[in-house]
């Protein structure tokens, strides 16, 4: 099992999700976590903002709005 996971910096939930799966999920049991930052993802250019990053990704969320979004296997379980 393999979750991405997008967040960003400052967020609690984001936080508390981060350290749940790295205590449950990686590590000693072979699960992989990749996490991105939403912030840095714009930084990067490949958002304008927080509002073009969620139209960007609405056809994978569809009309979820909060963070974390949560991935397993590139299928959406939410946040």
Known sequence: MNFTVY??????YCDKMKDYL???YVGNK???AIYHDIFE???SGKADDV?????????FIEDFQTVPMIFIHGHFLGG
């Open 30 to 32: 072979k699960k992989e």
């Open 51 to 59: 509002n073009d990053f969620k139209k960007k990704m609405k056809p």
């Open 7 to 12: 967040s960003k910096t400052g967020c609690p």
């Open 22 to 24: 790295d205590t449950y």
């Open 41 to 43: 993802i714009i930084d």
